[in-house]
């Protein structure tokens, strides 16, 4: 940012040059600190604080917070079906888990992004679908470890991140193919009378 300033004293043809060098500065130093970040994510996971919660009313949390910038980015993000839904989870890792979700299926290429919430024989659901270009069954398994990714730009840290906090609730992770075509993401969480709720989480 000093840079510009600096570069705007330089004739025109050095400037436009110099302009453009600034610009892929920028881009890297964006790239590195989402990749920083993603390193913190794994490797300083707090140990989850979870209370009995309605995963239905995170979900329009999450989607209210996201709804401006997923229509910047041209998607469409919009609730599907909802229940009432109590699980045992911890509010702020629960919330990263679903916004990872959403925008990479934004950077994967997706134009319409819905969310479901759904009680399974195991907890609740939370279902993320999306139309973009989906992700083939042969690597749906290694895009869920570190550092993989299927795209050119992806820091393969996302949906690691989200894995991570569901083995930490003692949830699962489950990728398949939505109904568009695209990717479909399912976010298992422990029911309120799970065997894993510890007596001092009961107790607040």
């Known amino acids: 940012e000093l840079l510009e300033d600096e570069v705007a004293v330089l004739a025109p043809v050095e400037e436009a040059a110099s302009r453009v060098l600034l610009r892929r500065i920028a881009r890297e130093v964006e790239r590195l600190t989402t990749l920083s970040q993603g390193y913190l ?3 300083r ?3 989850p604080h979870r209370v009995d919660g309605d995963l239905s009313r995170l979900v329009a ?3 209210d917070l996201l709804a401006p910038e997923m229509a910047a980015a041209g998607v469409d ?3 599907g079906a909802q229940v ?3 699980a045992w989870f911890d509010v702020d890792q629960a919330s990263q888990a679903l916004i990872n ?6 950077e994967a290429g997706a134009h319409e ?6 009680l399974a024989s195991d907890g609740v659901s939370v279902v993320v679908d999306d139309d973009g270009p989906g992700i083939a069954a042969e690597a749906r398994e290694r895009v869920l470890e570190p550092f993989f990714s299927t795209r050119a730009q992806g820091t393969g840290l996302g949906l690691a991140v989200v894995r991570q906090v569901l083995d930490d609730h003692g949830g699962t992770l489950v990728l398949g193919r939505a109904d568009a075509g695209g990717l479909r993401v399912v976010m298992t969480w422990p029911p309120v009378s799970g065997p894993d709720m510890l007596a001092s989480e009961a107790d607040g």
Request: glycine share 0%; aromatic share 0%.
């Open 41 to 43: 994510a794994l490797a």
């Open 45 to 47: 996971r707090p140990v």
């Open 61 to 63: 949390e999450v989607i």
């Open 77 to 79: 993000l919009r609730r």
């Open 84 to 86: 009432p839904a109590r």
């Open 101 to 106: 979700v959403v925008r990479n299926a934004a």
């Open 113 to 118: 992004v819905v969310v479901a919430v759904a």
